[in-house]
């Protein structure tokens, strides 16, 4: 990795360029190919602003982040290119796993369609009692507990339920009739 530290509006300080050059090597297991890194440091007033740029065949990535304190502004900049790299990581590790099921065409024959099916494992499993409860009781579970849905016995009918909220944020309920 190629490391080139400027600074702006401050005299350069050693230990500043260290520092920045050994979080920065923490990084090479994220990276394949030789990068260029280029860090840019600069004060203005009370503001340390840290800004890092990393560029590869392909690759280009940005941070920048301000803070009262050098060092802050430096971390804080680096974890956010870890996260963008180990991202990046993941969906490469994906595509690749992805590819090399499907197939010369990127499509499936249907007797691969039925063997992924299969394949497919449950990850959880979780046993629920139904408790016999009104709409609006389950409405306030939901309020109380902050879990997305509720699986119920309506008091009513005694037919199983499930009330969920929704992306705008109200509730939406599902009833399941035998």
Do not use: C
């Not at 090479?28 to 560029?55: C, G, H, Q, W």
């Not at 629920?128 to 309506?154: G, P």
């Amino acid at each position: 990795m190629k490391i080139s530290v400027t600074f702006r509006n401050v005299e350069g300080e050693n230990w500043q360029k260290e520092y920045a050059e050994e979080r920065l090597k923490k990084l090479e297991k994220y990276i394949d190919n030789p990068v260029d890194a280029r860090v840019i440091l600069s004060v203005e007033k009370f503001r340390n602003t840290a800004e890092i740029n990393l560029m590869a065949n392909g690759l280009n990535i940005n941070s920048k982040e301000e803070e009262k304190d050098m060092h802050l502004a430096i971390d804080n900049a680096i974890e956010k290119i870890e996260r963008q790299l180990k991202k990046r990581k993941e969906k490469v590790r994906g595509f690749k796993a992805n590819s090399s099921r499907s197939g010369e065409f990127g499509g499936e024959s249907p007797a691969e369609e039925g063997e992924e099916s299969t394949d497919s494992k449950v990850v959880e499993e979780h046993k629920v009692v139904l408790e016999a409860m009104s709409i609006d009781d389950a409405v306030l579970e939901m309020e109380t507990t902050k879990n997305r849905f509720v699986i119920y016995r309506d008091s009513s009918t005694e037919n199983v339920n499930v009330i969920y909220r929704r992306e705008d944020g109200k509730f939406a309920l599902l009833e399941i009739s035998r």
